[in-house]
C-alpha cells in the first residue's frame, strides 16, 4: 500500500469534495421542503459613498426586494421616529427624472412598519389610509394620509413596480407638511439605491 505524501493529499482531498458535495446536496434539499424560507433582502449599504458631501444630506432608511433590470420589485421607503421632529400632515417624494420606470397609485400603500434585522424581514404590520397623487411627468408622488402620521413608530411609503430598464444610482427626497398654519413642506432625508 503506498502512503506517500501525495497519495494522502489526493485522498484528503477526495474526502473533503465528498463532504463538500453532502453540505451543498443538504442545503438544496432543504430549500425543496421550505420553499417558503425567509430569502436574503436588499437593505442600503453600511458605507454609502457621495461625490459632494452635503451636511444638510440626511440618509433615510429602505428596503428594496430586487435591484435587476426589468424585475419586480418591492419598495419600503422608511421614515423612522429619528428622521421627524413633528407629525407629518402630507408626504412629498420627488423622483429624478431619468427614473424610467411606471409608477401606479394603486400599487402604492402607506404602512406601519415591523422593522427587520439579521433574522427577520422589515414588513407591512398595518396599511394606513391615504390618497396618493402622481406627478403626470412621474416625478413626484404626493402623499395624503387620512389623519397625521405620529412621531412614534416607523412607517413607509410601499411601492411595487417593475425596475427601470437601465442601471444607475437614483436618489429619492422625502419632503413633510406638518400640521399647523403654515403650510411648508421641509426636508426630511433621501434613500440612495441602485439598479444593477
Do not use: H
Amino acid at each position: 500500500m503506498d502512503f506517500s505524501p501525495t497519495t494522502s493529499a489526493r485522498r484528503l482531498a477526495f474526502a473533503a469534495g465528498l463532504i463538500g458535495c453532502g453540505v451543498v446536496a443538504s442545503a438544496s434539499v432543504a430549500e425543496l421542503l421550505n420553499p417558503n424560507a425567509v430569502q436574503a433582502q436588499n437593505t442600503p449599504s453600511l458605507m454609502e459613498f457621495r461625490w459632494e458631501s452635503d451636511k444638510n444630506y440626511r440618509k433615510l432608511y429602505y428596503v428594496q426586494t430586487s435591484t435587476r433590470q426589468r424585475e419586480r420589485s418591492d419598495y419600503f421607503f422608511m421614515i423612522r421616529p429619528k428622521d421627524r421632529k413633528t407629525a407629518i400632515l402630507k408626504l412629498s417624494i420627488t423622483i429624478p427624472d431619468y427614473f424610467n420606470a411606471r409608477i401606479r397609485p394603486r400599487k402604492l400603500k402607506l404602512c406601519k412598519m415591523k422593522k427587520g434585522g439579521m433574522l427577520s424581514r422589515s414588513r407591512c404590520e398595518e396599511v394606513i389610509p391615504a390618497v396618493f397623487e402622481i406627478s403626470e411627468n412621474q416625478s413626484a408622488i404626493e402623499v395624503f394620509p387620512e389623519t397625521p402620521i405620529p412621531t412614534e413608530d416607523t412607517y413607509a411609503v410601499s411601492m411595487t413596480i417593475f425596475n427601470p430598464s437601465q442601471s444607475g444610482m437614483f436618489q429619492f427626497n422625502a419632503l413633510a407638511q406638518a400640521p399647523g398654519d403654515v403650510p411648508v413642506a421641509g426636508y426630511l432625508g433621501s434613500w440612495n439605491f441602485s439598479i444593477d
